[in-house]
């Protein structure tokens, strides 16, 4: 009977066999575990038959343990047509990346078996595209050797990474290595793409191509009409109403801001999701207005800057209360109003500071006060060197330059950074040295090298903006401005009140272009040019700074008297 019951079974399951076996010809893995399993699938229904002809629940619990032996257990189902598979990963952990068996619990003991091992982002995009976050995947540990091992092999391993800690007697499957064939794109910022090829040879050797994408688009007809589609698809998607050409013009000029550039936009689309989110915010307050309009988007940027402007009103409330000293009338020797730019988390903001500078008889040269106290940086220190170079190459090719003096920018207690004060340092310094006073109703910012041509600086907007609303506290003369490099004029985005302030002549901005139209400005002298005996005119600034450096020497060195 035990005989009969075997020959039966083993009758019984040969044709489903050599279905799968005919079904599989072309896989040799699969023909040899179908050999293989024969036996235990037939041992297995002879379990089942064991009570024939009852339905008992033993024959359930039979047939349930079949399937837990036999049954596949399916990591990643695909259809023929569907493509190659693109996955995105947005946790990368061991686990989540290579897989891995899970355990049970039966009768307060865990056990495992094959139907338990799970699959990871590489199994899913096995054949395919993986997407992974660099910064994220570098944050797990074991993961970054794991994944350059598996790539370099074309293998992936389902293992445990922490079993040398795991419990004594505690075990766990060891799944076949899987062939591997996928491509790995790593997303990031360029320093740690940069980072990654300086300090690891295999990056090189597993990520050989690089897309480095320009975080500014060409401000052309092309980009902004897919501009302007990104922002209604956005406004479609979530049910807003339809963005007016108006609108949309308001969210440009936004993204013109971010950038910093009249030709350029900021590819963040991000900021200008936020700021429309926030518009139809407001348009939802009211019900007659059927678009969104570039008046709702107003608001949204006035609300922003209620928010983040907190430190910028209690800074300019100081400088009103005379907390912190700013002049923005009359004229003073050896002062100048600087403009600098202060970011705070998201609040970012420009603000005027005063720069002061003294002379006296000495050869101690140029000391920088702010360097002095270990709270000028490297580039400011730089920008000081700079004019000092300037002030020798100058005044220096006849008379040896012997004079001492001090730049400090006032009432600064933290440290300072970037050479964009080094044109208001000479500013004040040629004042202080010529006795000639500085009109201080204007404010200047710039950069400057050793030969008195102006160079760019940043965050001019905030400067421009943020020396306005003080003299717009303080009452608008007309008198007042800005000087900037000319070479910064493209980077002008200015907000339209400052620009109707301009039209209006209640307030100005000067682009120079070298050191000596600044000095005109600031103190409505000429500066003067060098004639061909290589002397100044008389009651130019330059001739004036000649002649105190040249009295200065003679204090020091000694006249002929």
């Not at 007659?288 to 922003?304: G, K, S």
């Not at 950074?417 to 006073?437: K, R």
Request: proline residues 4%; aromatic residues 8%; contains cysteine.
């Amino acid at each position: 009977m035990r005989k009969l019951k075997h020959e039966t079974a083993e009758q019984s399951i040969r044709p489903f066999l050599k279905e799968l076996e005919h079904e599989f010809a072309s896989n040799i893995g699969v023909l040899k575990y179908l050999s293989k399993v024969k036996a235990h699938v037939v041992d297995a229904v002879l379990e089942i038959l064991v009570d024939e002809g009852n339905e008992t629940q033993n024959d359930k619990d039979s047939r349930k343990l079949m399937q837990e032996r036999f049954l596949p257990n399916l990591l990643v189902a695909r259809l023929p047509e569907e493509g190659a598979p693109v996955v995105y990963e947005q946790n990368p952990t061991f686990q989540n990346l290579f897989g891995h068996v899970d355990f049970a619990s039966f009768q307060g003991s865990s056990y495992t078996s094959y139907r338990l091992i799970r699959p990871g982002a590489l199994h899913k995009a096995n054949g395919g595209y993986l997407l992974l976050e660099a910064e994220k995947l570098l944050n797990q540990p074991l993961v970054w050797s794991k994944l350059k091992l598996a790539l370099k092999t074309q293998e992936i391993t389902i293992e445990n990474p922490y079993s040398e800690f795991s419990q004594p007697g505690a075990f766990s499957l060891q799944p076949e290595k899987i062939p591997l064939k996928v491509k790995v794109i790593l997303l990031g910022d360029p320093e740690i793409y940069y980072m990654l090829q300086d300090y690891d040879q295999e990056f090189t050797e597993l990520f050989r191509v690089l897309a480095d994408f320009d975080r500014y688009l060409d401000n052309n007809e092309q980009n902004l009409i897919e501009y302007a589609q990104l922002i209604r698809q956005r406004a479609e998607k979530h049910d807003y109403p339809d963005v007016s050409n108006a609108a949309i013009k308001e969210l440009v000029k936004y993204a013109l801001r971010r950038a910093e550039h009249q030709h350029k936009i900021s590819s963040n689309i991000v900021q200008i999701n936020d700021l429309l989110d926030e518009s139809v915010y407001f348009w939802k307050k009211q019900t007659e207005q059927p678009l969104l309009t570039p008046e709702f988007v107003v608001q949204a940027l006035n609300a922003q800057q209620r928010r983040t402007g907190r430190i910028s009103e209690a800074w300019l409330s100081e400088i009103k209360e005379e907390q912190v000293l700013i002049s923005t009338q009359g004229k003073q020797i050896g002062k100048v109003n600087g403009l600098t730019v202060l970011e705070i988390g998201d609040s970012v903001f420009g603000t005027p500071a005063r720069i002061t500078a003294t002379v006296y008889a000495g050869s101690h040269g140029i000391t920088d006060i702010e360097r002095e106290v270990d709270l000028g940086k490297s580039i400011h220190l730089k920008g000081v060197l700079l004019l000092s170079g300037y002030i020798g190459h100058k005044y220096g090719q006849n008379l040896p330059v012997a004079i001492s003096a001090n730049i400090a920018i006032e009432q600064s207690y933290g440290h300072i950074d970037g050479d964009s004060a080094s044109m208001a340092e000479l500013c004040a310094l040629v004042s202080a040295i010529s006795h000639l006073p500085i009109d201080q109703s204007i404010a200047i910012t710039g950069s400057m090298n050793q030969h008195g041509e102006v160079q760019s600086i940043g965050g001019v907007n905030e400067k421009i903006e943020g020396f306005y609303r003080l003299c717009k506290d303080k009452g608008l003369t007309g008198e007042q401005g800005v000087i900037i490099p000319k070479t910064n004029v493209i980077n002008l985005m200015l907000c339209d009140e400052v620009i109707n302030a301009v039209k209006n002549d209640d307030f100005h901005i000067y682009a120079v272009d070298n050191v000596d139209q600044s000095l005109e400005i600031l103190m409505g002298h000429s500066a003067g040019t060098m004639n061909s005996v290589k002397r100044y005119p008389r009651k130019s600034i330059h001739a004036l700074v000649l002649n105190k450096l040249s009295h200065l020497s003679e204090l020091l060195d000694g006249g002929e008297d």
